[in-house]
């Protein structure tokens, strides 16, 4: 299974553990998690598989975070869908 | 520029039966016509000091609120006309002072979308202007009714417009509408407090209307950096604090309580971002009328480093 962006939005990182992030195509405003936050802006035209986006994003983040990550990646995925941010493909 | 004090009460009822009181209101002008007695009792009142617009200036509001015929003057009810036309359903005739102010509002919360606008009081002392959101109940008003009798301008107490991609407000200095216990409360905290027409069993309750233009600067329609945004909380049973917000949490707070951020889109999210980005933000949760002026008092004075 792939996921892909549905559109490009914008983001509002203010440093925080939280940011926020704009979908033009709906509308909505969002507040993300800061790792949510950094999954969206791994994707560009292109859909992308779970492992595709765990080897683009481990080698960016510490050694220790690695397992959490790994774990929380997937959910974080389904949670970008229902939020209509994300598409399965 | 002429006030509307400087009408006698003939000249008053005049323009308001007839041809219309042309009032400057920040950077608009209301056109108000009105027949009923207890209306014009409340502009005499509360626009006291406001400036009247310039003979020929064009009209931004054309708003009225009348009792039109002998069936419904029988009935005691009004209809609140904007540009002739009637938006909304009749109302008790004793509520029409309440339903003006609150057409005035609709005016610029529908009409008004060069700004991003914030369902927010916005008070300034010296270079300091806070931005206060609140839902109706949290003890924005009545916070922004305080503070404006504590020495504090008010520039509005419903709409905060600030102009896309900057942090300044624009003034926009209305009365302060102020319902159930906060009428009290603000006509114990001051004395110097003038309230209009009390409006009875609105939706909203008891309704008054209090003067807002209490600072000598109130009329000025210069454009001021807002500095800080409050989210005021009145909480009967809380600890009362002042405490500093997330931005990202304050954003999506702040686009919650704003008339246009979602008609803007883009605008409206690269408005807030320039805002948020530009303004310490504070939770400020309060009982005690006192305390929470002083909390905001010690936001423009800060207490010196030793």
């Given at each position: 299974m792939k996921w892909r962006k549905n559109s490009s939005g914008s983001f509002y990182d203010a440093n925080e553990s939280s940011v926020v992030y704009f979908d033009p195509r709906s509308g909505d405003t969002h507040l993300l998690s800061d790792f949510a936050a950094y999954v969206v802006?791994?994707?560009?035209?292109?859909?992308?598989?779970?492992?595709?986006?765990?080897?683009?994003?481990?080698?960016?983040?510490?050694?220790?975070?690695?397992?959490?990550?790994?774990?929380?990646?997937?959910?974080?995925?389904?949670d970008l869908v229902t939020l209509d941010i994300l598409k399965r493909e | 520029m002429q006030q509307l004090a400087n009408l006698s009460d003939s000249e008053l009822n005049q323009r308001l039966a007839f041809e219309g009181l042309d009032l400057q209101v920040g950077p608009y002008i209301y056109k108000i016509k009105t027949n009923l007695p207890l209306v014009g009792s409340g502009i005499s009142t509360l626009y006291k000091n406001f400036n009247l617009a310039q003979p020929e200036a064009f009209?931004?509001?054309?708003?009225?609120?009348?009792?039109?015929?002998?069936?419904?003057?029988?009935?005691?009810?009004?209809?609140?006309?904007f540009d002739n036309t009637?938006?909304?359903?009749?109302?008790?005739?004793?509520?029409?002072?309440?339903?003006?102010?609150?057409?005035?509002?609709?005016?610029?919360?529908?009409?008004?979308?060069?700004?991003?606008?914030?369902?927010?009081?916005?008070v300034a002392r010296g270079d300091h202007t806070i931005i206060m959101p609140g839902v109706p109940g949290a003890g924005k008003s009545t916070l922004c009714a305080a503070l404006g009798l504590s020495g504090w301008r008010i520039l509005s107490d419903e709409h905060a417009m600030i102009p896309p991609n900057t942090t300044e407000v624009v003034p926009l200095c209305r009365p302060v509408s102020l319902k159930n216990e906060s009428i009290g409360v603000i006509k114990r905290f001051s004395s110097n407090a003038i309230f209009g027409p009390v409006s009875r069993e609105t939706h909203k309750g008891v309704v008054a209307h209090m003067k807002?233009?209490?600072?000598?600067?109130?009329?000025?329609?210069?454009?001021?950096?807002?500095?800080?945004?409050?989210?005021?909380?009145?909480a009967k049973d809380e600890t009362q604090r002042l405490s500093p917000r997330r931005r990202t949490e304050s954003f999506i707070l702040a686009a919650y309580h704003s008339f246009n951020y979602s008609l803007l889109c883009e605008t409206g999210f690269e408005a807030m971002k320039t805002l948020i980005e530009n303004v310490t933000c504070y939770d400020l949760v309060y009982h005690d009328l006192d305390w929470a002026v002083n909390a905001v008092d010690s936001l423009a004075d800060p207490e010196p480093n030793p």
């Open positions: 802006q791994q994707f560009g035209e292109q859909p992308r598989t779970t492992e595709q986006l765990l080897n683009q994003i481990l080698p960016t983040v510490e050694q220790g975070d690695i397992p959490h990550l790994t774990d929380s990646l997937p959910g974080v995925l389904e | 009209i931004d509001y054309n708003v009225a609120i009348l009792s039109k015929g002998l069936l419904q003057r029988l009935r005691g009810q009004s209809d609140f006309l009637n938006p909304f359903d009749s109302i008790p005739t004793g509520q029409a002072y309440a339903f003006l102010e609150w057409g005035m509002n609709w005016c610029v919360s529908l009409h008004t979308n060069e700004y991003l606008k914030l369902h927010a009081a916005a807002a233009d209490l600072h000598p600067q109130s009329h000025e329609k210069k454009t001021l950096k807002a500095r800080t945004m409050v989210f005021p909380r009145y």
